[in-house]
């Protein structure tokens, strides 16, 4: 007998888990409603803690992808929320965190990692380490960051999900992948194929990966040039592989709603990644920096369809709303 097999041979190793969803929030509250009820096992009054980035939005057209499943949750008695401070250029606040996790390291609790703007933490081996350290699940939010997930060889989550219409030219669709094969003893709800036009296999992702980090890369070029008016946010420099979702820029000085409106009016597809925080986060001295942050965020679009010819105007356009909006 071969010790080591010419071939492989093993046809359930290294399979996918993958379950699809309307929308990315409806793949986490499946997520951790398994959690949740797999946490209540052994005592069904327990709750499972929640970990949760203290820069979380609301809008009233959308409500927010990420707290509305945790208040539905919550009101269910299963899960109890509890924040965790961001720095002012949106990483995660490690002293702040590691408090929280030691706070959480007798109880049953997932922590939700957010990857902005489709970038990962700089800090994301560390705190996975502490996480699975202190007994918990880490669950990463890949709304933005489908292809910087794909484009990665290792993964510091044991789930995780995407935001497929945010991501691909669908008018709908979310996905939970599982990392951890421990987990796949619960069962989840979503379907284990993709809707009808909602499949995301169909796409080159390697070709669209290509095209936004270009894309980024010539609106960073651009916006490199106006440093007075506006600090980026993120760089693709030394950070590989990371397939951005937008360029975001904090304004100086400026009323970042009237520029999003003026943008927007001419054609501009800017979006600000938060305009407004969840209202636990408004009052808090713990989260100032997020309150901050979603003052002056404003985020360029880098998608596949960009057609980056017209960036030299939309920067330019850029700097006269914001030359027209100062509030200096």
């Not at 991501?167 to 669709?173: E, I, L, V």
């Not at 501009?268 to 713990?286: A, Q």
Request: glycine letters at 4%; charged letters at 20%; aromatic letters at 10%.
């Amino acid at each position: 007998m071969s010790l080591i097999e010419k071939t492989q041979t093993q046809p359930n190793r290294f399979l996918q888990h993958d379950w699809y969803y309307g929308a990315a929030r409806e793949a986490m509250q499946d997520f951790l409603t398994q959690a949740a009820l797999a946490a209540q096992q052994n005592d069904a009054n327990t709750k499972l803690v929640v970990m949760l980035p203290g820069y979380i939005g609301v809008s009233p057209k959308e409500g927010s992808g990420i707290y509305d499943p945790i208040v539905a949750l919550t009101e269910q008695g299963l899960i109890e929320p509890l924040f965790y401070a961001m720095t002012d250029d949106l990483r995660i606040d490690l002293f702040d965190t590691f408090d929280a996790i030691n706070a959480c390291a007798q109880k049953p609790f997932v922590f939700l990692k957010v990857n902005y703007f489709g970038f990962s933490d700089p800090c994301e081996e560390t705190l996975y380490n502490a996480v699975k350290q202190a007994g918990g699940i880490l669950l990463e939010d890949n709304a933005h960051g489908y292809f910087t997930y794909h484009a990665r060889l290792r993964h510091l989550c044991d789930a995780t999900f995407f935001s497929l219409h945010k991501q691909f030219p669908f008018a709908h669709g979310g996905m939970l992948r599982i990392v951890n094969e421990e987990l796949l003893d619960w069962t989840f709800a979503g379907s284990v194929e993709p809707r009808e036009g909602e499949d995301p296999n169909a796409y080159n992702i390697q070709a669209i990966s290509v095209t936004c980090i270009d894309n980024f890369n010539t609106a960073e070029a651009l916006a490199q040039q106006l440093l007075d008016l506006w600090t980026p946010l993120r760089t693709l420099k030394n950070i590989d592989p990371t397939v951005p979702q937008t360029y975001p820029l904090a304004l100086r000085n400026t009323d970042r709603f009237q520029v999003y409106l003026d943008l927007n009016e001419q054609g501009f597809g800017v979006t600000s990644l938060y305009h407004t925080l969840i209202e636990p986060l408004r009052e808090d001295p713990r989260y100032a920096q997020s309150r901050k942050l979603a003052d002056c965020v404003l985020n360029i679009p880098v998608h596949q369809d960009v057609d980056t010819a017209l960036y030299p105007e939309l920067i330019e356009r850029l700097a006269q709303a914001c030359a027209a909006h100062t509030t200096a």
